[in-house]
């Protein structure tokens, strides 16, 4: 399993199309096994879920997501996670342990403000 943290560094970020870099970590028996950033390659329509989707990302993890990306990850079969704040590796175990859920956190408007 990999799961993706949209982030900055090593945190969250509030909007997952926006982010700096994405953490993506590798699961095997519900540990992390490995761990990588890759540089965010652009905010483009419809581009991220299918970059992420082609890299064997199953699960994405991030503060906020317009609701376009949603659809397309739930097409991809990629479990969006949204709501998520603070450290991205604290955020994946928290997953891994059954102790994080999705807010469901969707932005409807591409000004954010930091209200998604």
């Known amino acids: 399993m990999k799961i993706a943290v949209a982030s900055e560094k090593n945190i969250v970020t509030e909007h997952f199309g926006h982010c700096e870099n994405f953490n993506i970590f590798d699961i095997e028996d519900r540990k992390i096994v490995k761990s990588e950033s890759i540089p965010n390659p652009g905010h483009r329509p419809g581009f991220l879920p ?3 989707a082609e ?3 199953n699960v994405i993890m991030s503060g906020g997501m317009g609701g376009g990306a949603v659809d ?6 990629v479990e969006v996670i949204t709501g998520v704040t603070g450290d991205a590796k604290k955020a994946v175990l928290e997953y891994l342990e059954g102790k994080l ?10 000004q954010h403000s930091n209200n998604c």
């Open 50 to 52: 299918k970059f992420l």
């Open 55 to 57: 890299l064997g990302v």
């Open 72 to 77: 397309l990850f739930n097409e991809y079969n």
């Open 101 to 110: 859920e999705s807010s469901g956190s969707v932005c409807h408007e591409h």
